[in-house]
């Protein structure tokens, strides 16, 4: 089944411990992209990458790393949660940095993140 | 930044009744998509309006793009209670798509 995986689902973690989020498709997608939800916001993009090591910041990178090491894998990093990281995470892809443009995205199913 | 805006933010019908959803937006787009989330849950794709047609349908689903008036809407016809969820629309404005912050839908049975 084409799909794009995010774990964990959940997590709850402490301020200044690293984490990372894993994000993996089976599609060959070459652009994938973290965007983060919160109430009234909508989705804000946090970074994305249009293929392999190729990476750029979105609207809302600061806190967070990527890489971009391998086509299907596309990992979060929060070097340093705090508080205001607390949200709920999605991880997307397309075939092309353009085939949004004509399918759309495949979305993860998320993480909730709380760091207390 | 957002560049959609959803109206209304929340919106309760009866089962059977259309849903009316309208987006608004500021610049140019290439084009308008409109995705459905239930709680929690990832979004999905429903639909996709260029910015050179003027509607669109997909089963129960009407699009419709006004780009003179920077705005679309999305009309769910008979609507059920699996309809319940949240909807997005995301303009594509080239460089990258932009997410407004949705409308909720709730439609009781």
């Known amino acids: 089944e084409a799909q794009v995986t995010q774990n964990p689902r959940y997590l709850i973690t402490v301020t200044g411990k690293k984490l990372t989020v894993t994000c993996s498709q089976n599609m060959n997608h070459e652009y994938m992209s973290w965007y983060r939800q919160d109430p009234g916001l909508g989705l804000r993009q946090i970074y994305y990458?249009?293929?392999?090591?190729?990476?750029d910041k979105g609207d809302v990178p600061e806190g967070y790393k990527v890489s971009r090491k391998e086509k299907r894998n596309f990992p979060l990093i929060l070097e340093s949660p705090s508080p205001n990281q607390t949200s709920l995470y999605f991880c997307?892809?397309?075939?092309?940095?353009?085939?949004?443009?004509?399918?759309?995205?495949?979305f993860g199913s998320g993480t909730r993140l709380t760091v207390v | 930044s957002q560049q959609g805006e959803e109206d209304p933010q929340a919106l309760s019908i009866q089962e059977g009744e259309n849903a009316t959803m309208n987006c608004s937006y500021k610049?140019?787009?290439?084009?308008l998509q409109w995705y459905r989330q239930n709680s929690g849950r990832g979004l999905v794709h429903l639909i996709l309006?260029?910015?050179?047609?003027r509607e669109k349908h997909s089963g129960r689903l009407r699009v419709t793009l006004d780009t003179s008036k920077k705005s679309s809407s999305l009309l769910i016809t008979a609507s059920r209670a699996a309809d319940t969820a949240s909807y997005f629309c995301a303009t594509d404005y080239g460089d990258d798509m932009r997410f407004g912050a949705g409308t909720r839908l709730t439609v009781k049975p």
């Open positions: 309006i260029r910015s050179n047609e």
């Open positions: 997307a892809s397309s075939l092309s940095g353009q085939d949004w443009a004509n399918y759309g995205y495949t």
């Open positions: 610049t140019s787009i290439n084009n």
């Open positions: 990458s249009m293929n392999v090591e190729v990476t």
